[in-house]
């Protein structure tokens, strides 16, 4: 495995985590890995809200451990 995979992995999944919200966030729906189907925000919402956070705070952790170890 090269050096520069492991260093940016966190990175790379931090920006897919982040895409994935907005995404999910401007098509007003989501597909909620637990369950297996597509949550939409006017039929669940506060289901589809928590998977959205979920998907920001991923990006968040993500990112902040790149920080975090350094580039």
């Given at each position: ?11 790379i999944l931090g920006i897919i ?55």
């Amino acid at each position: 495995m090269p050096d520069w995979y492991s260093h940016y992995i966190s990175l790379i999944l931090g920006i897919i985590s982040f895409s994935v919200g907005v995404v999910s966030t401007c098509i007003e729906k989501t597909w909620a890995p637990h369950a297996g189907r597509t949550i939409y925000r006017a039929k669940e919402p506060s289901t589809f809200w928590w998977i959205v956070a979920m998907y920001y705070i991923f990006a968040v952790l993500f990112v902040g451990h790149y920080l975090y170890e350094g580039p």
